[in-house]
């Protein structure tokens, strides 16, 4: 039987990457998107039934829990959710005397309140998978213990607490067999400009190749694109 994946974000960069590459190896995935795109698509009209598209946000409540509704309705399970959806308005860099610190609300309800919205509503169904996997992209820009930035306050500081969040995850989901990954996808560019050395794509075959990657409860779940720790 196919493994069943579900991703947030996935109309562009790194989720449409990796929604392409489950796809080409035979998974069903299901997506959660604020606004389709050509991308989602061109991979629906190759893929057909395996790809099912569900407008909503991580930030709406509803939305996801509609979401889930249909997938529990239509496949029964699912094996791994991939928290991906991320938001960044850090982008001037401000140092913190011009800072806009109103951002922080609406990026920690994305970065940090969003994947555990959408835990909520899909645990009942990683409990019925076969992997019981939940992988939260976070940043090595979360890391307290190796911070080299002097300003991304909104960003950096979401990113911490979507760790913090991953660990209280697996503290409470570990005595059920359900693993919890905080995986930094390393640096690549999203949109395909930038100086970036390698592409979304390119980024998604080292991330999917450790998400994958038989793992235990006992090893680290903070980690880099290729699976190794990295400092909290």
């Known amino acids: ?86 938001t960044y308005l850090d982008g001037s860099r401000p140092g913190i005397e011009e800072a806009d610190l109103d951002i922080c609300a609406r990026t920690f309800e994305v970065n940090a ?30 890391s307290i213990g190796d911070c080299w930035r002097k300003t991304e306050y909104a960003y950096c500081m979401s990113k911490s607490a979507l760790n913090m969040g991953s660990k209280l995850l697996q503290n409470h989901l570990a005595p059920e067999g359900i693993r919890v990954l905080a995986l930094h996808p390393g640096w690549f560019n999203s949109s395909g400009k930038g100086p970036a050395p390698i592409s979304a794509e390119e980024a998604s075959v080292k991330v999917l190749a450790t998400i994958l990657a038989p793992r235990t409860l006992g090893e680290p779940m903070y980690v880099g694109p290729d699976g190794a720790a990295l400092p909290w």
């Open 1 to 86: 039987m196919a493994e069943q994946f579900f991703i947030t974000g996935a109309a562009r960069g790194l989720g449409l990457a990796m929604t392409k590459q489950l796809l080409d190896r035979g998974s069903v995935v299901s997506v959660l998107v604020r606004q389709d795109s050509g991308g989602l698509r061109d991979l629906q009209a190759r893929s057909g039934e395996r790809l099912s598209i569900h407008l909503g946000d991580v930030t709406d409540e509803a939305s996801i829990q509609q979401a889930f509704a249909d997938v529990g309705a239509r496949f029964g399970h699912l094996d791994v959710i991939i928290n991906n959806a991320v």
């Open 113 to 142: 309140a969003g994947p555990l919205r959408v835990i909520k509503h899909g645990l009942s169904l990683i409990r019925k998978g076969a992997r019981k996997l939940i992988v939260n992209v976070s940043s090595e820009a979360g």
